[in-house]
T-cell receptor, first 116, second 113 residues
Framework: DAGVTQSPTHLIKTRGQQVTLRCSPK?????VSWYQQALGQGPQFIFQ???????QRGNFPDRFSGHQFPNYSSELNVNALLLGDSALYLC???????????????FGQGTRLTVV | GENVEQHPSTLSVQEGDSAVIKCTYS??????FPWYKQELGKRPQLIID?????GEKKDQRIAVTLNKTAKHFSLHITETQPEDSAVYFC????????????FGAGTILRVKS
């Protein structure tokens, strides 16, 4: 079991550009969440996908959007990048069946995005 | 919405001593409380969790206690080892948000040998 995999591992972009990050969930998991972790802080929830729909959203602007595919993999898109978007972006996957609010979340290794 | 506070922000202990990290949460409806360990440059790893119908859970050297009345929960690590050095995050999950995790700010644990 490869666990949760994310690509790419590192990325450097220029202000104003757009970026797409990818996530493959752990085998058997169908729910994918995205988090932003700024340096020295705890992860902040961006949104969650289940059955190819955005189910929950945190306090992030519309520049942040996502998608989930039929195979449960997911993408995070960020438009009009700002310097403040520089962070570690983490994907977490969960099984749906244990009572969704109490489902364990397993994280990928993250994508380190640097905006210059 | 849910808010989680975590203390202390840094903790230094001697190898073999115990370490305790405390978190408080604001939403009394939160019902799931995981703890994650994150080593430098690595993914957060789930080390233990507790659900709201349980007051204490133990796994070898690690234990978590939950006080629903006071809305706080704690991580206890006994017989600390240098490899326990990492950043530890607590989190809470309000039930109406699926399993959206609301994290504390983290505790840097240093175990001195």
């Amino acid at each position: 079991d490869a666990g949760v995999t994310q690509s790419p591992t590192h990325l450097i972009k220029t202000r104003g550009q757009q970026v797409t990050l990818r996530c493959s969930p752990k085998s058997g998991h169908d729910t994918v969440s995205w988090y932003q972790q700024a340096l020295g802080q705890g992860p902040q929830f961006i949104f969650q996908y289940y059955e190819e729909e955005e189910r929950q959203r945190g306090n992030f602007p519309d520049r942040f959007s996502g998608h989930q595919f039929p195979n449960y993999s997911s993408e995070l898109n960020v438009n009009a990048l700002l310097l403040g978007d520089s962070a570690l972006y983490l994907c977490a996957s969960s099984p749906r069946g244990t009572g969704s609010s109490q489902a364990e979340a397993f994280f990928g290794q993250g994508t380190r995005l640097t905006v210059v | 919405g849910e808010n989680v506070e975590q203390h202390p922000s840094t903790l230094s202990v001697q190898e073999g001593d115990s370490a305790v990290i405390k978190c408080t949460y604001s939403d009394s409806a939160s019902n799931y409380f995981p703890w994650y360990k994150q080593e430098l440059g690595k993914r957060p790893q789930l080390i233990i969790d507790i659900r709201s119908n349980v007051g204490e859970k133990k796994d070898q050297r690690i234990a978590v206690t939950l006080n629903k009345t006071a809305k706080h929960f704690s991580l206890h690590i006994t017989e600390t080892q240098p490899e326990d050095s990492a950043v530890y995050f607590c989190a809470a999950t309000p039930p109406e948000y699926g399993n959206k995790l609301v994290f504390g700010a983290g505790t840097i644990l240093r175990v001195k040998s």
